[in-house]
C-alpha cells in the first residue's frame, strides 16, 4: 500500500499547507497492489471514497487478522477482489481542529460528495458551497446563491452534515 496521509496547497485558494477541507488538502494518491488482486484488475483505477480509517482493517484482513468490531473504517479489498458492485460509501464528514488559534489555522468542517462539498468554518459561523461537477476547482462559492436548486442543495447538505456531525461527536459506531 502507498498512500500520504494528506495533500498540500501550493497557494490554491490562496492557501499553503494541509489543513483545510478543499480537494487539493484532502485527496491523496492509494495504490495497492495485493496478490489476491486478479490481473484484469491490477493497474486499473477506482473512484470510490476511501478514506485513511479505511488503511487498518484492510490491511488486518490481507493478513488474517479478525478486524475489531469497534475499529472504524472499511476493508477496501472489496473494492477490487468482488466482482460484485460494493455498495460503498458515497459521503464522509471532514473535520479539522484549530491548530494554536483561528487566526493560525481555524477549525474547518465538511460534507463531501463526489459532486457538491460543503463546508463549515465553526470558529467564524461561516458556511460555503460547491459544485464540484461544474466548478472542480472550488473556485466559486453557491452559498449565497439565490438559484434555487442551489438553494435547496444547501439545505439537504446541511441537514444531512448535522446529522453526521451528531453522530461523530456520540460513542455511537458508523462506517460509512
Do not use: C
Not at 460494493?86 to 491548530?99: Q, S
Not at 461537477?133 to 441537514?159: C, V, W, Y
Amino acid at each position: 500500500i502507498f498512500t500520504t496521509d494528506n495533500g498540500n496547497f501550493h497557494a490554491e485558494h490562496g492557501l499553503a499547507d494541509k489543513w483545510y477541507p478543499h480537494q487539493e488538502s484532502i485527496r491523496v494518491p492509494l495504490i495497492i497492489h495485493d496478490p489476491r488482486m486478479a490481473d484484469s484488475v491490477k493497474g486499473s483505477t477506482k473512484d470510490e471514497f476511501t478514506l485513511n480509517i479505511d488503511l487498518a482493517p484492510t490491511i488486518l484482513r490481507a493478513a488474517g487478522i479478525p478486524v475489531p468490531d469497534k475499529m472504524h473504517g472499511r476493508d477496501m479489498s472489496e473494492l477490487y477482489l468482488s466482482s460484485d458492485r460494493t455498495d460503498w460509501r458515497n459521503e464522509f464528514f471532514y473535520e479539522h481542529p484549530i491548530i494554536s488559534s483561528k487566526n493560525y489555522v481555524p477549525a474547518s468542517e465538511a460534507l463531501v460528495r463526489k459532486d457538491y462539498k460543503y463546508m463549515y468554518w465553526p470558529n467564524f459561523q461561516y458556511e460555503q458551497l460547491f459544485d464540484l461537477t461544474e466548478d472542480p476547482g472550488e473556485i466559486n462559492d453557491l452559498f449565497q446563491s439565490e438559484i434555487p436548486e442551489h438553494k435547496a442543495k444547501l439545505e439537504e447538505m446541511r441537514k444531512r452534515f448535522n446529522e453526521l456531525k451528531q453522530i461523530v461527536k456520540s460513542d455511537e459506531l458508523v462506517t460509512l
